[in-house]
C-alpha cells in the first residue's frame, strides 16, 4: 500500500467461532488507500468450541478449507469481474506460519457503506441482478481451486448433521435432492453464502457488492438465490413475491448469456428452484431443529421438491 505505518485500526467482526477477525486499518496519506479492510485468519486448532456446538475435526478442517478457498478466490478469479458484480478489489494475500491474511478495499470508503436486513424494492432487485450477473460470468467454467460443490451446507461436508436429523421424507431424500442439484446440465459458479447480511448497499440503492467467499464453488444458481430469498424477505413475502423475483433474476440472466442455451437453462433452474430451497432446509434440520428459518413456506418447498423427485 506504499506505506510504513498505519494511523489507526478498528475490529469490525470476529470470523466464525474465533478463526480470526476483520479489521479497518486506516492509513497515511502517502498510502494507495485511505483505509482497508484486513482479514485476519489465525485458526485456533480443532478443538475450538462452536457456537451450535458442532466442533471437531470435520468442522475444522472444512473451515480450513474455506479460507484455502477464498484465497484463491481472491489470487485467481476475482480480476474477472465489472460493474455489474461488484466485489472488494483484493490488494494483498499472505500466509504465514499457517495464519492467513487478505488485505481488501474498503467498500465503505468506495461508497457501499450500507448493511440492510430488510430491503426497498430497488434494492432487492439489485441484488438479484447481482446474483444473475454473477453466474453468467461464469457459466460453464470449472471451479478450480475453489469448491467443487459451493455453499457451506452441502450435503458431503456435513454428515454429522444429516445424521442428527429426525427420520423421516427429507432426511431419505437428502442424497437425491443433493444428485439433481449436482448433476444439473448448465452449471456456474455460486457465492455460496449469499445472505444479505454479505451485501453492501451503496445510498444509492441500485449499488450494491458482495463480500465473503469462503464458499464459492460449482454449482446451480438457484442454491444463491433460494438461500438469498430466504436471508431477506418474511415467509409471506417469500410466497408472495416468489415468481416476481425469479422473473427478474431470469431476466437479468437472460440478458448476458448465449441466447442458445437460455430457454432451457431457465426451464431446469426454475424446476430446480424448490430442491435449492429443500436442500438448505435439510442442513438446518440436522444443524438447529428449532432455526426460525424452518418455516411453513420453507416446509411447502420441500414438499414441492419431494413430488417433484424420481
Not at 20 to 28: A, E, F, N
Not at 95 to 105: K, N, P, S, T
Request: proline share 4%; aromatic share 10%.
Amino acid at each position: 500500500m506504499h506505506c510504513d505505518s498505519i494511523v489507526a485500526s478498528e475490529t469490525i467482526q470476529s470470523l466464525w467461532s474465533g478463526y480470526g477477525k476483520i479489521i479497518r486499518m486506516v492509513l497515511p496519506p502517502t498510502a494507495d488507500a485511505a483505509s482497508v479492510i484486513v482479514k485476519q485468519i489465525a485458526p485456533p486448532g480443532a478443538g475450538a468450541a462452536n457456537p451450535r456446538g458442532w466442533s471437531g475435526d470435520i468442522s475444522h478442517n472444512r473451515k480450513l478449507r474455506s479460507y484455502l478457498v477464498e484465497c484463491n478466490w481472491y489470487c485467481d478469479w476475482a480480476g474477472q469481474f465489472d460493474v455489474r458484480c461488484r466485489i472488494a478489489k483484493c490488494h494483498a494475500v499472505d500466509e504465514h506460519a499457517g495464519r492467513r491474511v487478505i488485505v481488501l478495499e474498503d467498500l465503505d470508503a468506495s461508497g457501499y457503506p450500507r448493511r440492510c436486513s430488510h430491503l426497498t424494492d430497488r434494492q432487492l432487485h439489485a441484488c438479484l441482478r447481482w446474483l444473475a450477473n454473477f453466474h453468467a460470468t461464469f457459466m460453464g467454467r470449472l471451479p478450480n481451486g475453489l469448491w467443487d460443490n459451493g455453499t457451506y451446507w452441502h450435503l458431503e461436508t456435513r454428515p454429522r448433521e444429516w445424521a442428527a436429523m429426525k427420520d423421516g421424507p427429507l432426511k431419505a431424500a437428502a442424497a437425491m435432492i443433493d444428485q439433481r442439484l449436482s448433476t444439473c446440465r448448465f452449471k456456474t459458479l455460486v457465492h455460496g453464502d449469499a445472505k444479505v447480511a454479505n451485501f453492501c448497499f451503496a445510498d444509492f440503492e441500485d449499488e450494491v457488492a458482495v463480500v465473503d467467499f469462503q464458499y464459492v464453488g460449482g454449482g446451480c444458481g438457484m442454491k444463491d438465490v433460494a438461500y438469498f430469498l430466504g436471508s431477506c424477505l418474511s415467509d409471506d413475502e417469500c410466497a408472495r413475491r416468489e415468481e416476481e423475483c425469479l422473473d427478474i433474476y431470469f431476466r437479468e440472466l437472460r440478458s448476458r448469456i448465449d441466447s442458445s442455451i437460455a430457454v432451457e437453462l431457465e426451464r431446469e433452474w426454475r424446476e430446480l428452484f424448490p430442491f435449492a430451497w429443500a436442500d438448505f432446509h435439510r442442513f438446518l434440520c440436522g444443524w438447529c431443529a428449532t432455526h426460525p428459518k424452518l418455516t411453513p413456506y420453507s416446509r411447502e418447498m420441500v414438499d414441492r421438491a419431494l413430488a417433484g423427485s424420481p
